[in-house]
Every structure is written in structure tokens, then in C-alpha cells.
């Protein structure tokens, strides 16, 4: 059973930056499509970035030109690097990975507060 493992949340202030960090366990093939979604109280999970297995990336409006998503195939590892994040940007985010199946991460908070 494929497992992914988010980490790199927390509480940052407004224009502070986290890199969150997603990694397989149990599992030696690569993943097809790799992407962080997120999901803020009362609200629907909406996707934030993805990336294909050559790179090619898609971004939200709402991030574009402050988050970058990038892989890692040998690790089986996606990241995301938030920058001059905004209190709208508070949620918990997942990680989603597409093999044969699709797989979620269990979730990371991200809170953005002075």
C-alpha cells in the first residue's frame, strides 16, 4: 500500500515562506502526476499546483508567481515552495499522487498570522 508523507508546515507570518514536502513510502515506481491541493475551513479542496513526470506544472491563480512546485523522481518526492504567503493561504494542504490509482497524503497545516 502506497503511503504519502507530508511535512514543512506550521504557523508563519504574512510575506514569510514554507517549503512543504511530500515523499512516498512503499513504493519504487514514479509517479505519473504529482500535485498539492488544499483545504481552508468551509471550503471545498481545490487544487494548488500539479506536475507531470517530465515537469510540466500547472499553478491556481491565486499562487501563481509565489509557489513553485518541483519533483524529485529518484526520491519520489514533490515539494512546494510557498513564498510572500497571505493569511488567505491558511489550510490544510495534501499532497495527491497518481500511479495506477490516485493516492492523498494525510494533510499539513499551514497558517498564515501575525
Known sequence: ??????????????GGSLRLSCAASRSKL???????????PGKQRELVAG????????????????FTISRDNAKNTVY????SLKPE????YYCYATLIGGYWGQGTQVTVSS
Open 51 to 66: 506536475i507531470t513526470s517530465v515537469g510540466g506544472t500547472t499553478y491556481a491563480d491565486p499562487v501563481k508567481g509565489r
Open 89 to 92: 493561504d491558511t489550510a490544510v
Open 30 to 40: 514514479s509517479f505519473n502526476y504529482m500535485a498539492w491541493y488544499r483545504q481552508a
Open 1 to 14: 500500500q502506497v503511503q504519502l508523507v507530508e511535512s514543512g508546515g506550521g504557523l508563519v507570518q504574512p
Open 80 to 83: 512546494l515552495q510557498m513564498n
